[in-house]
């Protein structure tokens, strides 16, 4: 993440890495203060065993374009809606508006537990049993879902959700 600000958001995606028993790494890495730190950490990521990077930014949201830039690595990035930011547009755009050869996957606003799935799917699709985490993870959205329509047609939509 690009500052420690980002860390109420970015702790979604630690969680659901957790969830599906991924081992990860979670560290400060600012594209424009310490752009150095930046270009070490991305260039050894792979080295140090990564397979994804989950780049969260806001503002001007460089960082996700930046890792990518110096990888080989697939990157995510979260645009983060900060203190600075122009209702988190200014980062949704400067992450997902990267130029041909240099892409970054870029999930919603703020929507650090999606690039955690999306890591994980990603590594899932060469780890089996990463794979049967995250599909059963999908079941079980799947299950809480039709679990509301029962309650929705047991006691009707006036009495189901107040």
Known sequence: MGSDSDLPIMQAAADILKYFEIDFELTIVSAHRTPIRMVNYA??????GLKVIIAG??????????????TSLPVIGVPVKSS???DGWDSVLSILQMPNG???????LNAAKNAGILAAQMIGAFDEAVN???SDYK???????????NKL??????????
């Not at 260039?43 to 140090?48: F, G, P, Y």
Request: proline residues 4%; without cysteine; aromatic residues 4%.
């Open 84 to 86: 600075n930011s122009i």
């Open 153 to 162: 047609k047991s006691e009707g939509w006036q009495n189901t959700f107040s």
């Open 43 to 48: 260039q050894t990521a792979k080295e140090r």
């Open 102 to 108: 240099v892409p970054v996957a870029t999930v919603a």
């Open 132 to 134: 049967k985490r995250v």
């Open 57 to 70: 930014a806001g503002g001007a949201a460089h960082l996700p374009g930046m890792v990518a830039s110096i």
């Open 139 to 149: 079941v079980q959205l799947s299950d809480e879902v039709l679990q509301k329509v």
